[in-house]
């Protein structure tokens, strides 16, 4: 099956960016889509992001504009480009891989996950 590992997460004041990445490894990973979700203490998990297999990319409303999503598959990694962040924005992240059916933003349509990288955002 395919595994995930995320880095690139830390702590960083309003304002400031990161990059997010996700390194992904097993022989079907082409075929999957990837997501990033995020998820705060006390809150549901949330999509974030996604990139589909046609190449295609959703965003959340709260982060279109600031955030980016892309693939190098020449390295098997995604990456998730955070700009402008905002103490919102903290929260544990988190990459998914194959997508099912239905909406892109419900964590259960979502076959495989990360351990989460922890992003805080100081004010």
């Known amino acids: 099956q395919v595994q995930l590992v995320e880095s690139g997460g830390g702590s960083v004041q309003a304002g400031g960016s990161l990059r997010l990445s996700c390194a992904a490894s097993?022989?079907?990973?082409?075929?999957?889509?990837m997501g990033w979700f995020r998820q705060a203490p006390g809150k549901e998990r949330e999509g974030v992001a996604a990139?589909?297999?046609?190449?295609?990319?959703n965003y959340a409303d709260s982060v279109k504009g600031r955030f980016t999503i892309s693939e190098d598959n020449s390295k098997g990694t995604s990456y998730l480009q955070m700009n402008s962040l905002k103490p919102e924005d903290t929260a544990m992240y988190y990459c998914?891989?194959?997508?099912?059916?239905?909406?892109?933003?419900?964590?259960?349509?979502?076959?495989?996950w990360g351990q989460g990288t922890q992003v805080t955002v100081s004010s």
């Open positions: 097993g022989s079907t990973y082409s075929t999957y889509s």
């Open positions: 990139i589909l297999r046609a190449g295609s990319t």
């Open positions: 998914a891989a194959q997508y099912l059916s239905g909406p892109w933003y419900e964590p259960p349509r979502w076959g495989y």
